[in-house]
């Protein structure tokens, strides 16, 4: 069964440095990676999706990574701002499988 | 121009009583969930249904059940409810079967009492 991990589970930075969020999955046969933004009390918003053919994505100031053999993905956000602060979720589609597989989830904060 | 609604936003009701949310999508996609947010924040699947077809059914007990009465729209019943069953549900959408990526609804907060 497709276990997803998110590492950190929580990351505070001053406004204006680059961070990286990783997500790491034990089943490599997926047919895509989605990034996701939860602000408090709201729903979710789609940041960035990879699909297995494609190692990157770029939106932004937001670069998704796709390693689908070492089972990892990472988020980049340049300069941070403050209305970056947000928990960060990363779920991919098994192949196979009809349903995204989430992960735990970091929470960002950005400090002015 | 919302892409997938839910309703009610929040929803407050008593041990034993039976509630409905809804979901609409106007994205035209062919396959619509239902997920559960836990406390923990925790996202997992519920219910899946491919074109009015029950595609995933989940160990979810049998207090739950989803109806879709077409394409665009997923509703989820729930029957005899227990504090428990207190947490954010989320609707989505997606076509070509998830294949193309995820659309979210804003939640549904139920909180029993």
Sequence with gaps: KQEVTQIPAALSV??????????????????????????????LTSLLLIQSSQREQTSGRLNASLDKSSGR????????QPGDSATYLCANHQTGANNLFFGTGTRLTVIP | DTAVSQTPKYLVTQMGNDKSIKCEQNLGHDTMYW?????????????????KELIIN????????????????????????????????????SPLGGRRGYTFGSGTRLTVV
């Design chain 1, 14 to 43: 001053p406004e204006g440095e680059n961070l990286v969020l990783n997500c790491s999955f034990t089943d490599s046969a997926i047919y895509n990676l989605q990034w996701f933004r939860q602000d408090p009390g709201k729903g």
């Design chain 2, 35 to 51: 997920y559960k947010q836990d406390s923990k924040k925790f996202l997992k699947i519920m219910f899946s249904y491919n074109n």
């Design chain 1, 73 to 80: 993905s990472t988020l980049y956000i340049a300069a941070s």
């Design chain 2, 58 to 93: 989940e160990t979810v007990p049998n207090r739950f059940s989803p109806k879709s009465p077409d394409k665009a729209h997923l509703n989820l019943h729930i029957n005899s409810l227990e504090l428990g069953d207190s947490a954010v549900y989320f609707c989505a959408s």
